[in-house]
């Protein structure tokens, strides 16, 4: 059973940091393309980051530079580092694990107000 679970989502202000943490099993991690999507209230769901089992790794225009997407394959989890945070990055964040199947962990809240 393939589960992927995010953490470190919250409330933070403008100009603020968060780390998000997609912890995944079922899957032979290093062989996956881990992604981070977003979805804000009334709007499609989004990419904002990849990286490849090569650690090949792109970015939404709107989130370089401030953004950093990386993976540790001996713990099996992609991370997130969102430093500059604006309100517009107010979403619900996705973590995204793509091979021939594609998996979706349930969510996580990022909250950028004042």
């Known amino acids: 059973q393939v589960q992927l679970v995010e953490s470190g989502g919250g409330l933070v202000q403008p100009g603020g940091s968060l780390r998000l943490s997609c912890a995944a099993s079922?899957?032979?991690?290093?062989?996956?393309?881990m992604g981070w999507y977003r979805q804000a209230p009334g709007k499609q769901r989004e990419l904002v980051a990849q990286?490849?089992?090569?650690?090949?790794?792109n970015y939404a225009d709107s989130v370089k530079g401030r953004f950093t997407i990386s993976r540790d394959n001996a713990k099996n989890t992609v991370y997130l580092q969102m430093n500059s945070l604006k309100p517009d990055d107010t979403a619900v964040y996705y973590c995204?694990?793509?091979?021939?199947?594609?998996?979706w962990g349930q969510g996580t809240q990022v909250t950028v107000s004042s």
């Open positions: 995204n694990a793509a091979n021939f199947n594609t998996h």
């Open positions: 990286i490849t089992s090569l650690r090949n790794r």
């Open positions: 079922g899957i032979i991690f290093s062989r996956y393309t």
